[in-house]
């Protein structure tokens, strides 16, 4: 019910940073994913936006209402923790009642608690636990409960912390259907942080990709997975992760795995004379083998490569197998019928607009994106 | 037997017996002395200082020495040093929890500038000579009336009581995830209402055994009442000692009774409170 | 604290346009003072601890004593006296002795007595909750009856004993000792039950592995067991050391300091000098020199054991 | 308990006092100054009346002692006759003076009478804690005209009356105390077992040594004779006092106004180190922790042969169902010095006022009681040895003693040399707890000479400072 902007937030913990200058601005019912690995400060842009920790810089403002200086209990924020933060003391009816109880988010009578708790319980599946207390769950179950705690109250804003982490395989995903579901019809302005690039990509109408607690990206999915703003967004998106090879730039041609990947430098793109060039393995597709796999585009313009399988590892359906290409080693990802063998040479290619590139640094170093749009 | 004392895999060899004996030895030494001072509070007079083990037990003397008898006999008023104990110890304990408990939780939940200062200022106290402090409070006393009264007791008891209760608790709250409170914060609740809601009823056991440990150290603290009381608020430990000079008479059956009757609340309240004896006696440092 | 906001659901149709009522807001300092205004009470507690404590100092600078109710500042004069009589070095040496031993030997007992406890038989079961009871009654307490003990004519030690009635407990030569023995009596316990936590948190992984690799049980009591245990030893090493450092309590009911000066610790000496004789600026210069000498071997001990908790978290983790 | 509410009030009142005072010197440090020019007492006019104080209370500090036991009956025929309450509160003897030391120089006057000896004069006079009872006793509305002051002997009132300039000697001055009790230290001894060994007590104190170490028996838990050993002034004062100024020994001698200690002349030398020689071979295992109980109930359980010490405290013991030997004991003056000195140290319980009281007719009126012919006759009666007055001792005091052979004898022999052997002067407690520091010292094995030497070096340096 209320956009929600992040102005220069900085939060610091003594000297280290929790996160630094952050810019968002999260529309009104928009489900925002906010995507990092443990240490981004993804918890910490929560806790700013709840006030739950003191902002060194910058302004959060909710439904276009600066909240400086606000307390907590004033924001009408709800959060689900990490930790689950539920109160151990208290049976899992209790917890649940907890918000409904304060008076600052509503007033319900015991009846409307009791229903309100009873709908919520039963879209989690916990309504068969109202009367354990948290000890008594599982994490799973905990975790469940605490998103319910935030779901069953009416808010501006819905902090996610994590939610489905400690869910089981089967259990997440049915919870992210659920999720995405709850965020298609909500019209609560939610920020859902994770980890897990998947739950962002499904669940995020945008997303924001932190790292070092700074914003590095923030784009739809399909931007974020398209034009990935640097080398860290693009790892993080992917699994496998994204190949990088360092190539050099020579007559107007990118040249790198000793020779074996060659391009040409797409126009528009002003590069120097080294570029990093990132290839997901879901993009390499079979050229020799795969007679239809690999859904490219009809008619573009395609990079081929040709390595020696030098491990194949079987994921199921898929099998990932590690190449040879000239002097480095390239993953790539393949059906599991007709699979090469380890030791068999193959041919791969992938659309030049799927080929990204980065510009040069050492190697752990993170850099940019060149060019703004898809190389052509 | 010694590779028994390792933690992890339990064997039973020879070698255990062997150990059992060994801390057998240990206990005769540790409860000698309370066995002996129990015997002793069982005998009559004439049998004080003429038998050792062989006497026909008595309980006349624990009335005596709560009563009026005993005074006559003794000059010391032990029911009415009782009272003073409880009176003493039960109002600093108090207010050292009044005082100690919002100090603990802004020092376990938040750093700020001082804290440490704070913290390692009370730590010590716990250590500071006790005398460097009373000797000038017996002239302030004096000076002010408060010698020789509950309310200087209680007082003064602060040095004993108030480190504890600050640093055990500081240790409770620090191990209470801050994010309950914040999730009662945005449940809508202010923060003392999260406080009392969410922190208290964690650090209940907590606060309980502060409480307990801090009263016991203050019930059995002898410098301050020796030197800050008199006749009207002096304790427990001190009347205890008065019985072996009391009256130019040796009553050394009623001086146990006596030490036996005040050793005997610490020696209840500890054993109510022994799974959190050690975090406490460590003032929090070692979480048992 | 009251709230002008509701739900946001009580509201009718959303109203964009009209500027929504404004929250109470709360300023950056008053959240920033928070912590402080909690601890008020406990600084004037102990602003109102430290005032007789500076006090006291103050004194050791005055010629102050009961019968000279009108002192006047007489500089270094009592340090310069105290340092330079023998009774002072004396106490301080007696001071030191009881404070080493009695720590020493409550160590290796606590130690000791906390393995064997760690061993799970029914006897030290059943032990293990009567363990501190000689560390909850009061140590004067504890010396009373320890003084009824040590009577050569009817107390049970010489009995039981066999010393006969010529055996001196509190002669010159032994008093000293004997104090030491009650002390070991009353807080052996403490180190056991503090050591004894230690044990029962280590993790039993390396001490099977080592098992399994044959090694000897001292092997694994001093390569494993003693510096993953450091950090519990030292604290109640500091605790006992700095409680010996101030004996009190126990020296004076046993012996008031005798015989002779046979157990005057320093703060038994303070207690003669500014309660018995009321001499209250000697007895403040002695409490400010022994207070010197604890800040400093407490100060030392808590880096050593920051330094050891370090190690041993770095050894575990 | 009723006084409780008085503590409250002193707080109270405390409390708004010190408000008003600059702060250092409010808490912490400078005394009372007790007014002490005698103003109260020349408050009192008109005639005399015992119940011109009728509606007070008073608060009095004791050690338990038989002089107290004694009167603790009596109270009751006081407030009858005066109408003024009076609440006793003791002390044992041990925390006694370090007890009133600390409260009178506490100066909040919370006892308004309390008992004292002679020695707590020099020390705890000078600062003017304590009552000059002279205009009291000067004051004919104040005092009634039966008290006679004069029946007391003249030995003990001069004892407690001082001017107190260091060496000067007592009967100057103003009178701090009103003689209550007194005391000479003599031999008790169990006259049972020296009739079943055939001895006699000692008349020098070569004999006595031998006499006490042939009575020594370690296997039967029996020795010769106890006397004090403990570290506290108290040791010196009795037995050892009374002997040590019969072997012609001084504390103190007074040089051109100063006092040099004298505890290390050759003749104190020998002494102290024949009676620490005596501790150890006829007297009790842990002689350094003995006081006074101590020695009497070995005497009363027949443990030890002789006590060497005040007849008063060895008295009660022989009381029929007091103690195992009751019945059995004697005294004897003890031995005599080679001159044929029976020079005695001699203790007055007297009882002193407290500057500081708020109640000062009342607490006058009080000692003037407690002091005087009537009660002092009555209180004789239980168990109060060697009363003050003249009139009382020989009227109902000796009809008392058929029961305790020697006793009279004793006292007789010893009483014209009895007074207070020290010399006054303002450290007493101190440098005498020092004394018994150095006999401890000696005890354990230390050289008597350099021992004793580097104590007179001492304690003269501590009174000269």
Known sequence: ?376 | MAREMMPGRRRFTAGSVGADLLILLWFVFSLFPIVWMVLLALKTRSQQTSTYFAFSPTLENFGTVMSRRGEDLTSVNFSGALLSSVLNCGGAVLVSLLIGIPAAYAAGRWKYRGSEDLMFQMLSFRFAPELMVVVPLFVIYNQTGLFDTTYGMIWVLQLVTMPLVVWILRSYFQDLSPELEQAALLDGYTRRRAFVMVALPLVRPGIAAAALLAFIFAWNNYVFPLILTDSEATTVTVAVTKFLGGGGQAYYNLTAAAALIGALPPLVLALTIQRYLVRGLSFGAVKA | MTTTVTGPHREGPRQEREAPPPLPTVPAWRRRLRPYLLSVPAVAIIIGILYPFVLGVYYSFLNYAAVNPNPVWVGLRNFKAVLTAPEFWHSVQVTLVYAVSATAIETVLGIGIALLLNRSSIIGKIFEKVLILPLMIAPVIAAVIWKLMFNPQFGVLNHVLGLGSTFDWLSRDRALWSTVLVDVWIYTPFVAILVLAGVRSLPKEPFEASDVDGAGWFYMFRRLMLPMMWPYILVAVIFRLMDCLKIFDIVYVLTAGGPGNATRTLQVGAFEDSITNLNYSRGSTYMFLLWIIVFAVARYLVSVLGRAQRRAAGAEG | MTTRNTSRRNFLLGGAAAASVPLLNACGVGGSTADNSGAAANDVTGGFDWKKASGTKIKILQTPHPYQQSFQPLLSEFTELTGIEVQADLVAEADYFTKLNTELAGGTGAHDVFMTGAYFIWQYGPPGWMEDLDPWLKNTSATSPDYDFEDIYEGLRTSTRWDFKPGSPLGTGGQWAIPWGFETNVIAYNKRLFASRGVKPAETFDDLIQLATDLTDRSKNQYGIAFRGSKSWATIHPGFMTQYSRMGCKDYTSEGGKLVAAMNSPEAVDFTAKWVQLAKAAGPTSWTTYEYPDCTRDLGNGNAAMVYDADSATYPKNKPGASKEAGNLAWHPGPAGPDGSYATNLWTWSLAMNAASKQKLAAWLFIQWATGKDAMSKATKAAFADPTRKSVFDGAFKQTLGAFPGYLETFEKVIDSTKIQFSPQTKFFETTEDWAVALQDIYAGQNAKSRLDALADSNTRKLAS
């Open chain 1, 1 to 376: 019910m209320a956009t929600l902007e992040l102005e220069g937030v900085t939060t610091r913990y003594g000297k280290v940073v929790g996160v630094e200058d952050l810019e968002l601005t999260v529309g009104d019912g928009e489900f925002f994913v906010v995507l990092g690995p443990s240490g981004a400060g993804k918890t910490t842009t929560l806790k700013s936006v709840a006030g739950l920790v003191d902002m060194d810089a910058g302004r959060v403002s909710i439904g276009g209402r600066d909240m400086g200086g606000v307390e907590p209990y004033h924001r009408n924020v709800a959060m689900a923790f990490e930790s689950y933060a539920l109160y151990p003391q208290k049976t899992v009816f209790e917890n649940l009642a907890s918000p409904l109880r304060s008076g600052r988010t509503g007033t319900y009578d015991k009846a409307e608690q009791s229903k309100r708790i009873e709908l919520v319980t039963t879209t989690l599946g916990i309504n068969h636990l109202l009367k354990r207390f948290p000890r008594e769950l599982s994490n799973g179950q905990r975790q469940r409960v605490a998103l319910g705690r935030v779901l069953v109250r009416p808010a501006d804003v819905y902090l996610l912390d994590e939610p489905l982490s400690h869910l089981d395989a089967k259990l997440r995903a049915a919870m992210r259907a659920e999720l995405k579901q709850l965020g298609e019809d909500s019209s609560t302005t939610s920020l859902y942080v994770t980890h897990d690039y998947q739950e962002a990509l499904d669940l995020g109408e945008r997303i924001a990709v932190l790292r070092h607690g700074r914003l590095v990206q923030v784009g739809t999915p399909e931007q974020i997975w398209r034009e990935p703003a640097d080398t860290f967004v693009a790892k993080a998106l992917g699994q496998p992760e994204i190949n990088l090879l360092d190539g050099e730039v020579t007559g107007g041609r990118i040249v790198a795995a000793g020779g074996a990947v060659s391009l040409p430098v797409p126009s528009g793109v002003d590069v120097g004379d080294r570029v990093r060039v990132g290839l997901r393995p879901r993009d390499l597709d079979r050229a020799d083998a795969d007679p239809d796999g690999g859904a490219h585009r009809a008619g573009a313009e395609r990079l081929h490569l040709r390595g020696r399988v030098h491990l194949a590892e079987r994921l199921g359906r898929l099998v990932e197998l590690s190449i040879e290409v000239g002097d480095t080693e390239i993953i790539m990802v393949a059906g599991s019928d007709h699979a090469p063998g380890e030791g068999d040479v193959i041919d791969m290619a992938i659309d030049l607009a799927d080929v990204h590139l980065f510009a040069p640094g050492a190697p752990g170093e993170e850099t940019a994106r060149l060019g703004s749009g898809r190389p052509r």
